[in-house]
């Protein structure tokens, strides 16, 4: 229950008036409906089935009085003309709460999927170490489109419920024996199958949890494609997912099941107790016809209405699993929130006014930049780092000075604490002891947003979206030049291959550049890196997946730039990083050398010699 107070309050809260406009609407129209059910006895008295109504409230005072005025000719096309006036009127204002309900709806889910997804880019990078990717994919797609559909079910819910209250006072004012009896058999129900009500929320968070494995699943097996077929796992994978589907069309059958039972014990009540309530009407309560006639009516339509409430409980509390879901992400987000990132705020979003904002590309440059240039250089102070607080340290002890437009390179073993350090540095990861220091400056929550503007950084894996060439480089500068961008592919040494590629720089490139060679993939992004000139570039083994020559043309290039930009490196192949200014070597999170390349390379004992040594010796092997 906490959930479904939570998400009424959301829902309240985006919407204000326009729930209390369509609340507003809902009882005029079951207003009209039950004024349009009263009018039938008029009617048939005009045409001769009834000699009075004198048994209804108001139609046999006033209303009487006010007809002896119209003549007999007129009467008849009188009633059927006001019926129309009735049925067209609720139909109008059917249509106008269609619409509303529509707005509503559509207004909360879009503030809905903002506020998730303005809380996944506020999240730290702690964050997303700790997750998997296919879970918030999961969160924006299945469980945001189950609460839109518990959302429609809850305004078909609040119409039944108006409806219903209406009818029933209409038919107290007719009938209070009857409508009392009625109203508690219907109360009665309820309370029979409250235990219903339960199952569906249990099924829904099974629900939850077999989309969720699903969706998981579906993202690892195709993102290892090249793995599963390697490795003959197509059967196994195959038999998974026949289980698995299995099982999730169990779990549909039996909410469908459960719900289709309810509705069918419903409808069978309502024949019994308009059975009843004729037999009583005659033989006990001497009911008049055209009052039982009425009645009949009323409650013919108010009885589908308490099964349909029935129905709309058990969706809607299935749908609270889904809610709780994206609750539960949001909260985890906020938990892990960015504290630079604080004045982040979703933009209004405009509608577009025709098809063409459906043309507009689906991937966001880099918003205006406003870099620091360091004077001095990059200081580390007693810097530690842990992943968890039981885990032993990633980092431990860095004391490090990076000098302002030189070029430092990072080497180590794998599991040294390269990447780690990067990260701590470019304040993605925040360190659990010492402090880092930007020309003099603290690296705290005041100076990170600008300091995150200032680095270009091309990881070991790039990534590259679905879309072309163009987009992807325009991604760091959307103001950026035809020539600037061909002097950018130039500096990587990808615009011989750019320029072969059949549309240029408007060829797609496929899922994460699928397309293109490893080698290519690396070029493109770090293209993308330097096209805004960045006062520090950042190279986490950029330069793996190339080629000797390509290689040794993106050395000259980075040669070209020291004095220019601060570069940082990591590297295992230590032939790219002969001409740096200085050599860092991490061993389990520790600085255990430091200095020139020549240098480090006399000290035939120290950890980087035997680097050297190993990489000699796998060249030498045939």
Aim: glycine share 6%; net charge neutral.
């Amino acid at each position: 229950m906490v959930h479904l107070r939570l998400y009424i309050t959301k829902l309240y809260a985006v919407n204000g008036g326009a729930l209390f406009l369509n609340i507003g609407c809902m009882m005029i129209i079951s207003l009209l409906e039950g004024f349009g059910i009263y009018m039938l006895v008029p009617m048939l008295a005009a045409i001769g089935i009834f000699a009075g109504h004198s048994g209804l409230p108001f139609l046999s005072g006033g209303f009487d009085h006010f007809l002896s005025y119209i003549p007999k000719s007129w009467l008849l096309p009188g009633m059927l003309l006001l019926f129309v006036v009735l049925l067209t009127g609720q139909a109008l204002l059917q249509r106008y709460q269609s619409i509303l309900n529509s707005q509503i709806q559509q207004r909360f889910m879009r503030s809905l999927r903002i506020d998730v997804y303005t809380s996944f880019m506020k999240a730290q990078w702690t964050f997303y170490l700790r997750q998997r990717k296919s879970d918030f994919s999961h969160v924006m797609t299945t469980e945001l489109a189950r609460v839109s559909q518990g959302t429609n079910l809850l305004l078909q819910l609040t119409t039944s419920v108006m409806f219903t209250l209406i009818q029933i006072a209409l038919a107290f004012w007719l009938s209070p024996s009857l409508t009392g009896l009625v109203f508690l058999s219907g109360l009665g129900l309820f309370v029979v199958f409250r235990r219903s009500i339960r199952n569906a929320k249990q099924l829904g968070d099974r629900t939850t949890e077999l989309s969720q494995i699903y969706f998981a699943g579906i993202t690892d097996h195709l993102n290892g494609m090249k793995d599963i077929k390697s490795n003959l796992l197509e059967a196994a994978n195959i038999d998974w997912f026949r289980s698995l589907t299995r099982r999730m069309e169990d779990n549909s059958t039996q909410f469908v099941r459960q719900n289709a039972t309810t509705q069918f014990l419903h409808r069978t009540a309502a024949a019994v107790f308009v059975v009843c309530l004729i037999f009583a009407s005659l033989q006990w309560l001497h009911v008049s016809p055209e009052k039982l006639i009425v009645l009949i009516l009323i409650f013919s339509r108010l009885w589908p209405r308490f099964a349909l409430i029935q129905a709309s409980l058990e969706y809607i509390m299935s749908m609270i699993s889904a809610f709780e879901s994206v609750t539960k992400v949001q909260q985890e987000c906020e938990a892990f929130s960015d504290p630079s990132l604080t004045a982040l705020a979703a933009p209004p979003t405009r509608v577009p006014s025709d098809v063409s904002g459906l043309h507009e590309s689906p991937y966001t440059s880099a918003s205006a930049r406003h870099p620091l240039f360091l004077r001095s250089g990059i200081e580390c102070n007693g810097l530690d780092y842990r992943y968890d607080s039981a885990a032993e340290p990633a980092l431990h002890q860095i004391n490090l000075f990076i000098p302002a437009k030189g070029m430092t390179a990072i080497v180590g073993k794998s599991g040294a604490g390269k990447s780690t350090l990067v990260d701590v540095l470019m304040g993605f990861l925040r360190p659990t002891g010492g402090q880092i220091k930007i020309d003099g400056r603290v690296l705290d929550d005041e100076l990170l947003p600008q300091w995150r503007q200032s680095f270009g950084y091309v990881s070991q894996d790039p990534f590259l979206f679905h879309a072309t060439v163009r987009e992807n480089l325009k991604l760091a500068d959307k103001e950026a030049s035809e020539k600037q961008l061909w002097e950018a592919l130039h500096f990587a040494a990808a615009d011989s291959f750019v320029a072969r590629l059949p549309q240029g720089l408007d060829t797609v490139i496929g899922d994460r550049g699928i397309r293109l060679s490893g080698g290519e993939r690396q070029r493109l992004v770090l293209a993308r890196a330097v096209l805004h000139h960045p006062p520090v570039l950042i190279l986490d083994e950029a330069t793996s997946a190339l080629d000797g020559e390509h290689e040794a043309a993106i050395q000259a290039a980075l040669e070209r730039m020291k004095g220019q930009m601060t570069l940082i490196v990591i590297a295992h192949r230590l032939s790219t990083i002969r001409h740096a200014d200085q050599i860092v070597v991490l061993e389990q999170g520790e600085v255990i050398q430091q200095g020139n390349y020549r240098q480090l390379e006399q000290e035939e004992r120290g950890a980087f010699s035997q680097l050297l040594s190993y990489q000699s010796n796998v060249i030498a092997t045939p």
